[in-house]
């Protein structure tokens, strides 16, 4: 019922930075909240940022506080991620993903919904 779908990886260098977008649609009423993952190669999921779809409360993995930032678009039809000063050990598979309640923000398996992820490539 809930479709997402993330877009904007590819490769950039090593310092600079990225902007990925998670669309979001279908019956996005039920959402309380919508996070971004990754998952390197050979490597768990990992829990980056989320943001409380109503309320804009956000939360930060404590390895990406300061370079990471999550927002909602004031139309309510995507989320972003933007990352800076990044670093080749970031290299990985983005998702983004929704939850219908709030508690345990960095689970993934609070998650029901997820995208297909896109790839952001780092070079060195």
């Known amino acids: 019922q809930v479709q997402l779908g993330e877009s904007g990886g590819g490769l950039v260098q090593a310092g600079g930075s990225l902007r990925l977008s998670c669309a979001v649609s279908g019956q996005i009423t039920g959402i309380g909240v919508v996070g971004w993952f990754r998952q390197a190669p050979g490597k768990d999921r990992e829990f980056l940022v989320a943001?409380?779809?109503?309320?804009?409360?956000?939360s930060h993995a404590d390895s990406v506080v300061g370079r990471f930032s999550i927002s909602r678009d004031q139309n309510w039809s995507a989320v972003s991620l933007q990352m800076l000063s990044l670093t080749p050990e970031v290299t990985a598979v983005y998702y983004c993903?929704?939850?219908?309640?709030?508690?345990?923000?960095?689970?993934?398996?609070?998650?029901?919904?997820w995208g297909k992820g896109t790839q952001v490539t780092i070079s060195s």
């Open positions: 943001v409380g779809w109503r309320t804009g409360l956000t």
């Open positions: 993903a929704g939850a219908s309640e709030t508690l345990s923000w960095s689970q993934s398996t609070t998650y029901s919904y």
